[in-house]
């Protein structure tokens, strides 16, 4: 079974540009997650759709980021524009149901953002 | 507010064993779970407690006790693989997952 894919894997860009990053989660997951990930801190999570809908995205800074998933099945997180304080990775995940029980999230290699 | 406690850095010797602890506050509590991260990976599944116990998974064990707000993960026979982040998130009310900072395990041989 394929894992989540992201693309791409490292992206360098200076403050006020604008970034797309991609996620495709495992087949059949109806859920997915985008997370922040600083250096030496756990994922934030950014925002999670169950299936083409949001079901959360109240840590999302809606003024630069946004984030769509139009068919239901792969994602893109976009900024624009960029902070110096975006550098981090940015995580995908995906679940088979939407966070009950034993909902394991399956995470994606991650894109490390780079600010200059 | 909602937190998770986890030592910052631990250090263990090959062939060891070690104890992960990670005591936790949230609103609500739906299960808790541990991931492993190896450096500029993704984090990997390791084990889910939703009930007061020991769950072992091989080499792997992890303890719940809810009363405590406290878990922990062990690890036995330790390997220079097992160097990694080790994540401790709660799930809350909300089903949302609350993420610990994570342990960083260096492992001596």
């Known amino acids: 079974e394929a894992g989540v894919a992201q693309s791409p894997r490292y992206k360098i860009i200076e403050k006020r540009q604008s970034v797309a990053f991609w996620c495709n989660p495992i087949?059949?997951?109806?859920?997915l997650y985008w997370y922040q990930q600083i250096l030496g801190q756990g994922p934030k999570l950014l925002i999670q759709?169950?299936?083409?809908?949001?079901?959360?995205d109240s840590q999302l800074p809606k003024d630069r980021f946004s984030a769509e998933r139009l068919k239901g099945v792969d994602s893109t997180l976009k900024i624009q524009p960029a902070k110096l304080e975006d550098s981090a990775v940015y995580l995908c995940?995906?679940?088979?149901?939407?966070?009950?029980?034993?909902?394991?999230?399956?995470f994606g290699p991650g894109t490390r953002l780079t600010v200059l | 507010g909602q937190n998770i406690d986890q030592p910052t850095e631990m250090t263990a010797t090959e062939g060891a064993i070690v104890q992960i602890n990670c005591t936790y506050q949230?609103?609500?509590?739906?299960?808790l779970f541990w991931y492993q991260q190896h450096a500029g990976e993704a984090p990997t599944f390791l084990s889910y407690?939703?009930l007061d116990g020991l769950e072992e998974k091989g080499r792997f064990s992890s303890f719940l006790s809810r009363s405590k707000g406290y878990s922990y993960l062990l690890l036995k026979e330790l390997q220079m693989k097992d160097s990694a982040s080790y994540l401790c998130a709660v799930m809350d009310s909300n089903y949302q997952l609350i993420w610990g900072a994570g342990t960083k395990l260096i492992i001596k041989p």
């Open positions: 407690n939703v």
């Open positions: 949230t609103s609500g509590f739906n299960g």
């Open positions: 759709f169950q299936n083409n809908g949001v079901v959360d």
């Open positions: 087949s059949g997951h109806a859920t």
């Open positions: 995940a995906s679940s088979l149901y939407s966070g009950h029980g034993t909902d394991t999230q399956y």
